[in-house]
């Protein structure tokens, strides 16, 4: 199947918010519908089939790990049905992270070090065991709350800032009760909507 990746981080319009709404509500990935629009706002890349149909969304969000104390980005990636098992996940992938890496080396500081995933997929997380995963440029950091695996995909020209602060019962978390993220608020849970490689649809 022949999809057409196209980068949207940042040009979301008011039309590709309501068809992106109505993909994941179509698919009963996000039923909350003021979930859905945030989410939206978060779009990094979208695929479409050759009929233009929207098959596939990738989104990214600035966070704070206690662990890491460097920002990443959270990403969630959805496939409709008709483009999973198609050799698309990894493609995918790397196009956001590309778009994501050039964002990042146009700013004056970049805000990021490169893409955290949470591993919901048993099957990805079945089929990936090696702490550093050379295919899929990841690298095993730990697990979450929810005891799913915690992969980062660093930037090549990454560089440490300086360390975040944390709360003490953010620094407690760290232990293992609850990531989280920059605002303070826990790390999201990947949910339905994660999608491809954070989530259950990668058959």
């Not at 990094?44 to 460097?70: F, N």
């Not at 099957?123 to 990936?128: F, G």
């Not at 730990?142 to 992969?151: D, H, I, M, N, V």
Request: hydrophobic share 45%.
């Amino acid at each position: 199947m022949k999809v057409e990746i196209i980068p949207v981080w940042k040009q979301v319009t008011p039309a590709l918010t309501e068809e992106v709404v109505a993909f994941w509500r179509a698919h009963k990935a996000i039923a909350d519908e003021a979930v859905a629009r945030a989410r939206a706002q978060e779009l990094v890349c979208i695929a479409r089939d050759k009929m233009g149909a929207l098959c596939g969304v990738g989104t990214a969000v600035l966070k704070v790990l206690p662990r890491l104390r460097q920002p990443t980005y959270y990403y969630r990636q959805f496939f409709a049905p008709q483009l999973r098992g198609r050799g698309h996940i990894l493609g995918f992938f790397r196009r956001c992270k590309q778009v994501l890496h050039d964002y990042n080396a146009g700013l004056k500081q970049p805000e990021s070090l490169g893409l955290l995933l949470e591993i919901e997929n048993p099957k990805i997380a079945s089929a990936y065991k090696r702490a550093v995963e050379p295919g899929f440029d990841v690298v095993f950091i730990g697990y979450s709350p929810r005891g799913l695996q915690l992969r980062v995909s660093y930037f090549d020209d990454a560089v440490l800032q300086a360390p975040a602060r944390i709360s003490a019962p953010a620094a407690l978390a760290n232990g293992g009760r609850a990531a989280r993220g920059k605002s303070g608020t826990p790390l999201p849970a990947a949910g339905a909507a994660a999608g491809s490689i954070t989530t259950e649809n990668a058959s």
